[in-house]
Every structure is written in C-alpha cells, then in structure tokens.
C-alpha cells in the first residue's frame, strides 16, 4: 500500500480553538502528521508526494463560493489590519437569515463557519489543498488499479459540507476521493467513517445520492461533537434515502461493543456491493484519547484493518483525526498493516 503525503500540511500551524467551552491551543496540530509519517516510514511502507489536480475538481462536492472564500479568506483578514489566527464571533442561527452572505470578513467567516474551533492561518488554504490532492491521488492509484492507498491528509477533512468548514476541517478529503472514484467509472461507492466524531460533511455531500453510500460509527451526538447530526435516524432524503446509516455509539465504548457496530456496519456496506470503498480513517476512537471518550486499545486497531480487508473491495484510506499525538502512528499503522494482512 503506497503512502500519499505533503510536507505542505505544516503550513497549516498556530492558534487557539474554542473546545466546550475553553479556549485552548488546538488539539488539531502538525506533529499528528509527523508521527504518523514516521512510524509508516519504519514499517516500510513507501511514501511519495500528491499528483497536481485542477481547482476544478473541488467543485465536484463543494459550492464556488465557499471555495473562494476558503482560498482567499487569510488575505481578506489581513487587508483588514488584523494578522495572526481567524475564529468566527457569529454564526446564522435559528431566526437569522441565510440567504444573505455577508459581504465583509467576518460576517462571511460566520456563513461558512459552524463552529469556532477551526482556526484559518496564513497557510491554511495551502494545506487543505494539498491534503485535497493526497485524497485525490490516492484514489486515482486505486482507479487505475491498485488494490489500496493510503492519504495522509492534513487537516483532516469529514466534517466540511457543501459549503460550510468546521472541527479542524476546510475540504472533505473523504468525499473528494470517493466522487473521483465515482468519475473514474465507479458505479457505487461506499464511504465508511470510523472516526469518533461524526461526518457530518460528507453525509451532509451525499444526502441526497444513491451513487455513494455514506455509514459512520461515532460517539452520539447527545453528548459528542458535531451535536447536531449522526443520530441513527438520519438515513438520506429522495434519491438518498437509505442511503446514509448511522452507528452511534455512548461515551465509554468498549471494543466488544465497537465491534458489534462493526459488524453491523460491515453488513451494511457489503449489501451495497460497492465498487470502491473509501474509509474515514480517525483513530481517536483509542483510549488515550484526549478529546474522545471510547476505550479501544492499540491491539484493536489492527483487528479492525482485517475486517476492512474482509470485504475485498478497493479501498482509499483518507486520514481523519486522532488525537493522542505519540500514540497516532502506531495505531494508523496497526490498521494499515492489519488490512495488508487480510488481503
């Protein structure tokens, strides 16, 4: 399995978020990606850098302005006199109008933001391109025929929509790759997310698609980040419907239930029959966890690679989140190594 990554994540460094609460330095930091390069580098696995691809395959799943507003927004701030970290101080609520976007910084910050944990630096918009185009070259490997491929993407992508970014996400690296296999000929494709928080970008990009299946196993939303979607319930509309399946999952999940969910899930998947599988990889699901709150251990991760495996379908793996920094690579490896296995 080749390895896709950019040295341009880097770029994306510095500021605070707001975590329940508290403003904090972010938990979302370049040394995530150098762990997990690292320990790839010393099992083995080869690494190289993204291919180029045209701006205009981002607007396969994101809307144009909000593209412009990503690309640009860094250097509107500093028109402004300001410098250093973006946060939005407001956001469209319930009551406010939504047809109207702003035509100043900030306000524009607030329409497309929906939450204030997800800083914009000066080199943002450079790494969450890049990362976009690791996703992207690591599903054109498995096009053109490879049997799977690893993206190293940083940021991470699964919570950005159509047009709006939010939890350390600007563009959906997951949804990218799986609308790329979709071009490339791929009649069905399947996007599983195991990343603790819900993806509500990418089921938010697919609702109202049968072409992609969406399913995501994830801490619940009565308690856990993004709050406001993964319910089990939220299954797609018109052409989508049934077409989105949610495992949530309570505060203090053990392996023996994950991997009931699993199970479940992997069944889901394997009716679809898909062409193509894109996997969310997030494995802040581990024990250590400090913004997470399930109880898998390192041991685990490999026994979850296999299962993938098992379903003996072409797989992009796209990096999500993770968030005990030293643990990281370990735990992306075990599952890498534990699909190699199987396969």
């Not at 609460?21 to 690292?38: H, W, Y």
């Not at 940083?154 to 970014?165: K, L, S």
């Not at 997951?174 to 603790?196: I, N, T």
Request: charged share 20%.
């Amino acid at each position: 399995m080749k390895v896709v990554h950019s040295p341009l994540h880097a770029r994306h460094d510095g500021g605070k978020e707001l975590h329940r609460g508290e403003l904090v330095p972010c938990f979302e930091m370049p040394a995530r990606a150098d762990f997990i390069l690292q320990a790839l580098v010393r099992e083995g696995f080869e690494v190289s850098e993204p291919r180029p691809f045209a701006l205009e395959s981002l607007p396969r799943v994101h809307d144009a302005g909000f593209i412009e507003f990503l690309r640009t927004a860094h250097a509107e701030w500093r028109a402004i006199g300001k410098g250093g970290f973006m946060l939005p101080g407001g956001f469209p609520a319930r009551g406010m109008r939504q047809d109207r976007i702003p035509s100043g910084i900030n306000g524009r910050m607030g329409y497309y933001a929906f939450d204030a944990g997800t800083p914009i630096v000066e080199g943002t918009w450079d790494a969450a391109l890049a990362a976009a185009h690791c996703a992207l070259t690591a599903a054109a490997r498995v096009a053109e025929g490879e049997r799977s491929a690893y993206a190293l993407c940083r940021p991470p992508g699964h919570h950005a929509g159509q047009a709006t970014y939010g939890g350390y996400c600007f563009l959906n690296n997951a949804a990218l790759a799986a609308q790329y296999l979709r071009d490339c000929g791929k009649a069905r494709v399947a996007v599983l997310d195991v990343d603790y928080h819900h993806g509500n970008g990418t089921q938010d990009i697919f609702w109202e698609r049968s072409d992609v299946l969406f399913v995501s196993i994830h801490g619940t939303p009565e308690t856990e980040y993004p709050y406001f979607l993964g319910y089990a319930d939220e299954r797609g509309v018109g052409a989508g419907e049934g077409y989105t399946r949610n495992f949530p999952l309570p505060r203090g999940t053990s392996w023996a239930e994950y991997s009931t969910a699993l199970d479940a899930a992997l069944d889901t998947l394997a009716g679809f029959s898909p062409d193509a599988l894109v996997v969310s990889l997030g494995v802040d699901t581990y024990e250590g966890d400090p913004i997470s709150a399930f109880k898998l251990a390192t041991h685990h991760f490999p026994l979850m690679g296999e299962r993938l495996a098992a379903l003996k379908v072409p797989t992009v793996f796209v990096q999500e989140g993770g968030y005990a920094v030293q643990d990281l690579g370990v735990n992306v490896a075990g599952v890498l190594k534990g699909f190699l296995a199987k396969i």
